[in-house]
């Protein structure tokens, strides 16, 4: 199993394979620093971190397992990393390394893993609005807005993106926060995993 080790501490990637080349297991890693230095080698998995996400990873394809090794991040960000990029699993830096062969085992055999309390606090922040009924009064735009929004783009990108204008863009944001009872952006994480889970086919 080819294991491609991408993280925004090289130290941390460096222990992270030497630990994991010492269990009895058929892993080949590779550290990398960024994904440009990937070469020829074709992982079946890649341990990425928000540091390294954020820089920018190329679309892996299909067959290709991504792991996102979570320092401690909010629900929010994991939330909008889980929206942005193709994640299969979300792993503590506090998990030993049992666990850590028992998620990669999950994940190769297609499915998503994410600790419990982790899937919790997901599944309680996507449903916090759910009580007011509130976001079933979005309109299509406006639910597009608030999935673009999650995903981290600002106004003028998501006015180009919707080919409208920028003010039309505040005057629907202004609107959607006072739909559902908000005042920041990142308050909408939640209602656009929701949204997604609805609107998927």
Known sequence: ??????????????ALKEAL?????????RTIADFSQRKTFCPDFII???????KGMPLAEPAVKVILLDYGLGEDEITSLLLTHKID???STHSDLSHFKKAVQAI???????????VKALIQHAESMRSTG???SLSKKEREIVI?????????????????????????????FRKVNVSR???????????????AP
């Open 1 to 14: 199993m080819n294991i491609l080790i991408n993280l925004g501490s090289s130290l941390l990637g460096e």
């Open 21 to 29: 080349g010492r269990e009895q297991e058929d892993y080949q890693l």
């Open 48 to 54: 990425a971190d928000c540091h390294s996400l954020r």
């Open 89 to 91: 699993g979300v792993l």
């Open 108 to 118: 190769n055999d297609g499915q998503v893993w994410l600790d419990n309390r982790k």
């Open 134 to 136: 509130q976001d079933l």
């Open 148 to 176: 673009l929004i999650s995903q981290g783009l600002m106004n003028r990108e998501i006015a180009d993106k919707l080919c409208i204008s920028e003010q039309t863009v505040k005057t629907h944001i202004s609107r959607i």
């Open 185 to 199: 952006r990142s308050q909408l994480v939640p209602l656009a995993l929701k949204l997604m889970v609805v609107e």
